[in-house]
């Protein structure tokens, strides 16, 4: 390959055409992404998924800034910033994303936001983050086009990378002066959540100012006034109306709330062939409606599959990752509500995001890797946790003030389960914002310019890029068996098998600096040939042991091709 790439750009010089090389370099990409592609399968319960804002992540096309007259002075972080759909496919391009090992990106919402702003005390504030509706069947000017997203598909698919769609079901937007309540019909609008039963957890508003969708009604509601108008002044009001009718008349679903809205969901799957939903507030919603909706999300899968079968990546199905607010792994398949159990893993879900990494993030490592193995092994078997450590709503991350970014990313990506990377995990984005209240802090656009110029930060990234790649190169370190090869120093073991792929790996961490032996003995045979990927070096199993002298604490081990 390398060869190959040389000759190319031999002969592009030659032509003195700039142009030729990088279309060159281009060409061997492609080849080398669908090698890769082909030589490892991609496991989402090992996946190592990358989680942004939207707006806060790059900006794509500073014209599209502001629209909808959004120009209230809003509080600190409150307001939006600029970052696209067209930001996101640049970094995919550039090959951030494929650097930094990620082969799926989670993005929050991109449909149409309400148009107003609010004022909570924290100063007034915008949609933003992609969780205030106004209209699903629009993508907000704001984030870019429907053709900017279907872009963003096809070019993460192209290197290997999954999309996972935000989604929202339980609530519209605020009502503010330019955004009226949804028909009674549609919506509550209270009480306020407890969140101290099933019904005062699922059958209210999140917060006050939240209308929550009617999602347990089966009663046929009209589409509201507004959105009708709407469609009708945008020119597309007989297109929807005939895909509604075409999508009850298959399904024999009544016309109520959540079936809308399943049908405006899963277009996004129909007409761009994304592999997956990260659903928002789950408990929050009668946990039919999700079966509801994975049911309908892996129809369209199956029927975008069907009219693009040269775009298949793989024969995985539709995957669904819920956030079930204070789920952790420790509990198994059900979440307990006080007064009633669910298991939301029953009701359409392969994986539920993991609340408790945060916490155990600071026990030892094997305490940390043996708790999760044996979770996964047992009360998990063949679904998944997404473990995260820092995330765009939870006040209490491990390592707020970034002090220990190194082991962060060990915990984070060395742990069994899949991984969410929450973007600026590997630079060490502040998070702590002078001037921003509450989640906002966490919010803040992504440090482009000190990775770019501060040394640290680019030591940091390169750890988070090394084990990142180890990880996405090897399904056995997220979705494969653990095994303690040797206490101290500490060396570890991760098997895979599926099908006729087998994948094996060994990991030392908190190793001494300088000369060192890692036990490998009834894992890696004598004469086995491995690759330290962190250190780059080859070594030979002998007498039961692998010799490494450098100066990392951390060693990667491979099977030598």
Excluded at 274 to 293: I, S, Y
């Amino acid at each position: 390959m390398k060869k190959l790439l040389a000759t190319m750009s031999i002969i592009s010089l030659l032509l003195g055409c700039k142009q030729a090389e990088k279309q060159a370099q281009k060409e061997v990409q492609v080849v080398e992404d669908k090698q890769d592609k082909k030589d490892v399968p991609f496991v989402w319960e090992g996946a190592n998924i990358y989680f942004l804002l939207t707006d806060r992540f790059n900006n794509g096309n500073p014209e599209k800034n502001i629209n909808f007259d959004r120009t209230e002075e809003t509080g600190v972080l409150r307001g939006f910033e600029g970052g696209d759909l067209q930001g996101i496919t640049q970094k995919i391009e550039e090959g951030y994303f494929t650097d930094l090992g990620i082969n799926a990106i989670w993005f929050t919402p991109v449909v149409e936001q309400v148009h107003g702003a609010t004022d909570e005390g924290t100063g007034k504030t915008y949609g933003y983050h992609g969780y205030w509706t106004k209209d699903w069947t629009a993508i907000d000017p704001n984030f870019g086009t429907r053709k900017d997203l279907e872009q963003l598909v096809k070019t993460a698919h192209a290197k290997g990378i999954r999309i996972l769609l935000d989604v929202v079901l339980n609530h519209t937007g605020p009502v503010t002066e330019k955004d009226p309540v949804w028909p009674e019909d549609w919506v509550r609008t209270d009480p306020t959540c407890e969140f101290t039963t099933y019904e005062n957890t699922t059958a209210c508003t999140l917060v006050d100012n939240l209308p929550d969708i009617l999602t347990e009604s089966d009663e046929a509601v009209e589409l509201p006034d507004a959105l009708l108008a709407k469609w009708k002044k945008e020119g597309r009001l007989s297109q929807e109306l005939d895909e509604l009718q075409l999508f009850f008349e298959r399904t024999g679903y009544p016309r109520a709330p959540r079936f809308y809205i399943i049908k405006w969901l899963t277009d996004y799957i129909n007409d761009f062939g994304v592999d997956g939903f990260r659903v928002d507030t789950v408990k929050h919603v009668n946990e039919n409606a999700w079966a509801e909706l994975q049911k309908e999300a892996q129809y369209a899968f199956d029927t975008w599959k069907k009219k693009h079968k040269d775009q298949i990546l793989d024969d995985n199905p539709f995957y669904m990752v819920g956030e079930v607010y204070n789920y952790g792994i420790s509990g198994g398949r059900e979440f307990d509500f006080g007064d009633k159990k669910v298991d939301f893993f029953d009701n359409g879900f392969k994986s539920l995001i993991n609340f408790e990494l945060k916490t155990d993030a600071n026990k030892d490592y094997e305490t940390i890797f043996k708790k999760y193995n044996r979770l996964l092994n047992t009360k998990l078997k063949d679904k998944s946790v997404l473990n995260y450590l820092t995330s765009h709503d939870d006040g209490a991350p491990f390592d707020k003030e970034r002090k220990k970014p190194y082991r962060a990313a060990n915990v984070l990506l060395l742990t069994p389960g899949a991984s969410q990377v929450y973007y600026g995990d590997e630079t060490s984005r502040n998070l702590i914002i002078e001037g921003a209240e509450g989640d906002a802090t966490l919010r803040s656009f992504m440090n482009w310019e000190e990775l770019d110029s501060v040394p640290e930060i680019q030591k940091i990234h390169k750890h988070w890029q090394k084990l990142g790649q180890f990880r996405r190169n090897h399904p056995a370190v997220g979705a494969g068996k653990h095994n303690r090869l040797a206490k101290s120093p500490y060396v570890f073991s991760r098997s895979y098998a599926q099908g006729d792929f087998k994948d094996k790996v060994v990991i030392g961490l908190d190793l001494p600096k300088g000369k060192k032996s890692l036990w490998v003995k009834g894992f890696f045979g004598d004469g086995t040939k491995l690759y330290d990927t962190y250190s780059e070096t080859e070594v030979t199993v002998t007498k039961g042991k692998v010799v490494l002298d450098n100066q990392f604490d951390i060693a990667l081990l491979e099977l030598v091709d």
